[in-house]
């Protein structure tokens, strides 16, 4: 249940940014993005089509999805104002909680490295005043209410398929009708069907160190299950363990404040995030007992390594609630999958997989023709690989270009998240 509230009228917002500033000034200078923000369809006022602005902050969710998924708990929740708030001296920087919003309120501040948002004005609301914000606008359009909110009064805002419960009302536009107009003359532009709520929430350069560290960790664990570890040579040890530290320690530059990565497991009841560092700790940990100490049963190895695919896998479903289709071809349960059948020889089963993964890249459709060309790229690899297979050509080079091969599909698989388009 919510207490405190937005109201925000579509029928007065004339886009002055009187909020924006106010928040600003109260708050002090916000690095990366304003904590509120106008989304408006009709941007560029084009005749014909109704003129349309959301002001957006943090929406102080009853069910808010970054308090709930923050491996760190750095966010909690005022039970008498009902704001949702982070403190800055436990948060990551890791940005989970960016893609966990479905409103993208939380911002990562790039000169200290950890998240800001709106924090409700809290200081005012427990003295009884408006936020700025609401204080400042002259048209009325964004406004307040301290009273009780029924459940029924939440606004989804967007499509997401996640009920948070914000703490906003909306007041839709009354008269979506302009005065009539030749439409004709600017049927060459491109109208926007909808007020477009959707920034890049992920970068792949900057996401490139956990590319790295999911891949490794597929490939170890397809290499766990394999009968390669049966009875495994002092190299093929040292490879295992080297590779898996330094993909642990090359994941760590995903963090804003490295030195906090301890932190990072302490939600492990709520946060796929916390849940996949715990399970490859455990994992990799078995794993070195085994190799170097004392034997552990394989299974056990084994299925500490799954769960932390299903962890990684999971992770990333906040930032795929727009695909048409929730599986992609790029996800590290199947590249798993398919490495470890290449690397025990069961090449009828592998063709099986590799033409179910194809399937899935056919289904889901091509975003732009850059991944329509790694698509090319991959199976082309795939291709070769076969032929060389069918060539006897030795197994070093067929499992090297294999996992070129699945290297682009985990390319590909980031590049399709930092796609996102609001539908």
């Not at 009273?147 to 939440?154: A, Y």
């Not at 900057?206 to 490794?216: A, C, G, H, R, S």
């Not at 664990?221 to 570890?229: G, H, K, P, R």
């Not at 497991?265 to 455990?282: A, C, D, K, P, Q």
Request: proline letters at 5%; charged letters at 15%; hydrophobic letters at 45%.
């Amino acid at each position: 249940m919510s207490y405190n509230y937005f109201i925000f009228d579509e029928n007065r917002c004339v886009n002055c940014e009187a909020c924006v500033v106010a928040c600003v000034l109260e708050n002090g200078q916000q690095e990366s993005q304003t904590w509120r923000n106008i989304f408006s369809k009709n941007k560029n006022k084009l005749p014909g089509l109704p003129l349309i602005n959301l002001s957006l902050s943090c929406n102080h969710c009853d069910e808010a999805p970054c308090l709930k998924n923050c491996p760190s708990l750095a966010y909690t929740k005022d039970d008498v104002t009902g704001a949702v708030l982070i403190n800055s001296d436990q948060c990551l920087g890791c940005g989970y909680c960016i893609w966990q919003c479905p409103y993208e309120s939380p911002k990562l501040n790039p000169i200290n490295n950890v998240i800001e948002k709106c924090n409700f004005c809290n200081d005012r609301l427990a003295q009884g005043k408006m936020p700025s914000c609401a204080m400042a606008c002259p048209t009325g359009a964004l406004g307040f209410s301290f009273d009780e909110m029924i459940s029924g009064d939440h606004e989804s805002v967007t499509k997401s398929k996640v009920d948070t419960k914000p703490s906003i009302k909306i007041n839709r536009i009354n008269k979506l009708a302009p005065p009539e107009i030749d439409d004709s003359l600017f049927s060459d532009l491109k109208i926007p069907s909808s007020i477009d709520l959707t920034y890049s929430k992920l970068s792949l350069i900057k996401e490139l160190p956990l590319l790295i560290f999911t891949f490794v960790v597929s490939l170890l664990v397809a290499v766990s299950a394999s009968e390669i570890m049966n009875s495994p040579s002092i190299l093929v040890t040292i490879m295992f363990i080297t590779t898996g530290i330094a993909s642990a320690v090359i994941s760590m530059y995903h963090l804003g404040k490295k030195r906090r990565f301890f932190r990072s497991v302490l939600n492990i009841h709520g946060s796929w995030l916390s849940r996949e560092i715990f399970f490859f700790t455990l994992y990799f940990i078995l794993s070195v007992i085994d190799l170097l100490f004392y034997p552990v049963p394989n299974f056990i190895i084994v299925l500490t390594g799954l769960l932390t695919l299903l962890s990684i896998d999971l992770l990333y479903k906040p930032l795929q609630w727009k695909w048409k289709y929730q599986w992609h071809s790029g996800q590290v349960i199947l590249i798993t999958t398919s490495i470890f059948l290449l690397l025990n020889g069961f090449l009828i089963p592998l063709l099986i997989v590799m033409l179910l993964r194809l399937l899935i890249n056919f289904t889901n459709g091509f975003d732009n023709k850059q991944n329509l060309i790694l698509i090319i790229m991959r199976y082309s690899v795939l291709a070769l690989v076969i032929t060389f297979l069918l060539m006897d050509y030795h197994p070093l080079i067929i499992v090297v270009l294999f996992l070129i091969g699945e290297v682009i599909d985990r390319f590909l698989f980031y590049k399709e998240l930092n796609l996102m388009k609001n539908n």
